[in-house]
């Protein structure tokens, strides 16, 4: 990139944040279309990709997998919860949305809420295209305020969400339904994933009675820990035990970032624990399995399967022992920012595996707008993966060449700069921490990340992306969306 483009690009940035800030480019615009189709989402909490959670999913294999299509190369921007979810709503990457973290005062549902992110976001043009919209489940960390609990963003037709106690154990919880606050006793037949597929399946019979289309959001908790099984699940898959990747307890950690280096290897105690939460992992995402199967037999039923997008997928993943990191995420490792990403619908094609197009949930503002014919607000940073998902792809040297990768933590004394952010190419993971260390890892030749290849790398290389990333920490709209896909320092 030459100077002159690079400076017309910063102020390109610059511009869009300011009208953005004005609320300038916050509306969508509601093309003319025929027939919009029923969008269903479905986001899992914590569900991994690379740990083989998914093979226990036998209706998922079934109905959606084998029914649909899968994007290989599908991440997260930010492995955790809040961030991912708000990047979901709003096509944005992290730092344009501004909710950083899982907590206030810098993330968590308060920050949404405070900052008046809820007031431009998919359910909201989606609703302003006819669409009957609805969440049941989880929606961000620490909603609702103590003080409002039957509050209900703005773009729900429907709302069913936790208000009190602690859905994540599955049992014994009260709901915010429409306004009106009901308690579920701790009792089997009100496991939270089975009152989400009844809400579910009523939604989808009360769509077929009139020509409105829906979009429904299903945002489970499995299987996030406590990882909570249904009762009639809970001594399932008894021998079960973590897959021991080649990362795991990583006998060399000594090239990873200086806090990682001093990680002790695994204790058998920790390892056996582990094991028993992948268990349970895999019992608490039976229901959910089974919800789907109940989801595609109400649309077939009702005759609107064949005009409905079945999106599955995570709000990010999850590591068990890889690089002697007990379970979890937040780290920027293939098992953190890997997840599923499976849609069956209209023109998709069954049984496909598209891998070659970096992809992820800064996208699915854009495609799900795309397919209910709505151009959302210029303030997006993703794209429309309809094409990709049609069997008509671009030619890949016209798509993202780049992910961006963001995490930030609470109480970093940097703040708001990235814990550590980098950047996701077919063949390199780049990533920098703010205290100055880099890793490099080629994803083709060492797929588990063993060896960071940074120090040995041609610093030419790492300069380059280097520049690369501190151009697309800054990016904003279409600003992303083309330096995702050229760039060329200014020299």
């Known amino acids: 990139m030459n100077s002159l483009r690079f400076k017309v690009l910063s102020i390109l940035m610059l511009v869009s944040l300011i009208a953005t800030s004005c609320g300038a480019e916050s509306k969508a615009v509601v093309l003319p279309m025929e027939n919009r189709p029923n969008i269903l989402f479905i986001l899992t909490d914590d569900l991994d990709s690379r740990l083989g959670t998914m093979d226990y999913m036998q209706n998922v294999q ?27 709503l709003k096509g944005q ?38 669409y009957r919209t609805a969440l049941i489940g989880k929606y961000l960390n620490n909603y609702p305020n103590s003080n409002e609990r039957e509050y209900v963003p703005p773009g729900w037709s429907e709302w069913y969400s936790p208000a009190r106690k602690n859905a994540y154990d599955g049992y014994d919880y009260v709901l915010n339904e429409n306004g009106v606050l009901v308690a579920y006793s701790p009792h089997e037949v009100n496991y939270f994933t089975d009152v989400m597929s ?11 009675k009139d020509d409105t289309p829906f979009f429904l959001y299903l945002s489970t908790f499995a299987p996030h820990e406590p990882s909570t099984p249904a ?3 809970l001594n399932l898959f008894p021998d079960l035990t973590v897959p021991q990747t080649p990362s795991f307890n990583e006998a060399d950690v000594s090239d990873k970032a200086p806090d990682m280096s001093r990680n002790p ?24 399995d089974e919800m789907v199967a109940e989801l595609v037999k109400t649309l077939e039923e009702t005759g609107q399967l064949e005009n409905t997008y079945i999106i599955f997928t995570s709000d990010n993943g999850f590591h068990m022992g890889q690089h002697r990191l007990y379970a979890g995420k937040e780290f920027l490792f293939e098992e953190d920012i890997s997840v599923p990403f499976i849609v069956r619908g209209p023109g998709i094609a069954e049984g496909e595996s598209v891998s070659g197009y970096l ?38 040297e016209n798509w993202r060449q780049v992910f961006l990768l963001e995490e930030y933590r609470a109480g970093d004394e940097n703040f708001p700069v990235p814990t550590y952010s980098g950047l996701r190419t077919e063949q390199y993971l780049y990533v920098e921490y703010s205290m100055g260390f ?44 083309e330096l995702e896909t050229e760039f060329q320092p200014d020299s």
């Open 62 to 88: 079934n109905l959606l997998v084998a029914r649909g299509t899968s994007i290989a190369d599908y991440f997260v921007t930010s492995p955790v919860c809040c961030p991912s979810r708000t990047t979901t």
């Open 93 to 130: 990457y992290t730092h344009n949305h501004g909710v950083y973290h899982n907590d206030s005062p810098n993330g968590g549902f308060v920050k949404f809420n405070e900052s008046k992110g809820e007031n431009s976001t998919l359910p909201v043009w989606l609703q302003a295209a006819g």
């Open 198 to 208: 009844r809400k579910a399946v009523d939604f989808i019979q009360r769509a077929d």
């Open 231 to 233: 009762y009639r699940h």
């Open 265 to 288: 290897l695994l204790t058998q105690a920790q390892i056996d624990n582990m094991d028993e939460l992948y268990r349970n992992r895999i019992r608490s995402l039976q229901a959910v």
């Open 359 to 396: 992809s992820g949930n800064v996208d699915l503002a854009s495609t799900f707008s795309a397919w209910a014919g709505v151009e959302p607000p210029a303030f997006v940073d993703g794209r429309s993966l309809t094409n990709i998902l049609a069997g008509n792809p671009i030619p890949y």
């Open 438 to 481: 880099v890793e490099l890892y080629d994803i083709q030749k060492d797929p588990y990340q063993l060896e960071n290849i940074a120090p040995s790398a041609d610093p030419a290389l790492l300069k380059y992306y280097s520049d690369w990333l501190e151009a697309l920490n800054k990016c904003s709209g279409s600003t992303c969306r």
